[in-house]
Structure formats: structure tokens, C-alpha cells
């Protein structure tokens, strides 16, 4: 058997689960999400910096907490689950680098909405 041929049977049997290797498991009504990177955009010749560009408001949702408890003590489910797009409020979470990645928890209510 080749190397191409084992790194393609591989590749064929592993299915992508964002999960398999972050070792980060949100608290309570937190939800750990990464930002979707926006396609960089040159206006009238001029590329704009890093610094100078606003936080991508679009994410996916990586993992969940473990819920939000309600006035009776019982634990809430949420109303998103691993994989969605979705909205979060620009000034909101907790930016966390891990392994090279940056990743944001946020609570469940800084959540605007899930995109289609």
C-alpha cells in the first residue's frame, strides 16, 4: 500500500467532530464558539490592518456547558446545539487561546441568533 493510498483510506473514515481536540468544556450557560473569519475586503486599493478591523460577529458554536439552572434548581436546555452558525453580540464572552486557535465563551444570552 502507498502513502497516498493510506492517507486517502484515512482521510475516508474519519469524520470531522470540532470537538476531538479541544480540551476546554464550558461551565453553567456558557458556550464555547469560534469566529468565522471574514473574507478580507480592499477598498479603493487600501487593505485594511488587523488591528483596525472589527470582531467578527459570526461564529460557530464548538461546545456547550452544562446548563442554566432556573429558580427551581432544574437545568434548562439550550436552544442551540454544537455546529450551529450563529450571532453573537460584538462586545461579548471571554476571548481564550488555546493550542494556536483563539475561541470565545459566552454566556447563552449573548447569543442573537442562529443563522439558517
Same mark, same amino acid.
Given at each position: 500500500?502507498?502513502? !497516498?493510498? %493510506?492517507?486517502? /483510506?484515512?482521510?475516508?473514515? %474519519? !469524520?470531522?467532530?470540532?470537538?476531538?481536540?479541544?480540551? &476546554?468544556? =464550558? &461551565? #453553567?450557560?456558557?458556550? +464555547?464558539?469560534?469566529? +468565522?473569519?471574514? @473574507?478580507?475586503?480592499?477598498?479603493?486599493?487600501?487593505?485594511?490592518?488587523?488591528?483596525?478591523?472589527?470582531? =467578527?460577529?459570526?461564529?460557530? &458554536? *464548538?461546545?456547550?456547558? !452544562?446548563? @442554566?439552572?432556573?429558580?427551581?434548581? @432544574? &437545568? %434548562?436546555? $439550550?436552544?442551540?446545539?454544537?455546529? /450551529?452558525?450563529?450571532?453573537?453580540?460584538?462586545? #461579548?464572552?471571554?476571548?481564550?487561546? $488555546?493550542?494556536?486557535?483563539?475561541?470565545?465563551?459566552?454566556?447563552? /444570552?449573548? *447569543?442573537?441568533?442562529? *443563522? #439558517?
Amino acid at each position: 500500500m502507498t502513502a !497516498t493510498s %493510506q492517507l486517502q /483510506d484515512n482521510l475516508s473514515t %474519519q !469524520t470531522y467532530n470540532p470537538m476531538a481536540k479541544i480540551k &476546554i468544556k =464550558p &461551565i #453553567g450557560d456558557r458556550v +464555547l464558539v469560534k469566529h +468565522l473569519e471574514e @473574507k478580507e475586503q480592499v477598498r479603493g486599493g487600501i487593505i485594511i490592518p488587523d488591528a483596525a478591523k472589527e470582531k =467578527p460577529q459570526e461564529a460557530e &458554536i *464548538i461546545a456547550l456547558g !452544562t446548563g @442554566k439552572k432556573n429558580e427551581d434548581g @432544574k &437545568i %434548562q436546555p $439550550f436552544e442551540v446545539k454544537v455546529g /450551529d452558525r450563529v450571532l453573537i453580540s460584538k462586545y #461579548g464572552g471571554t476571548e481564550v487561546k $488555546f493550542e494556536e486557535e483563539k475561541y470565545t465563551l459566552v454566556r447563552e /444570552d449573548d *447569543i442573537l441568533g442562529i *443563522i #439558517g
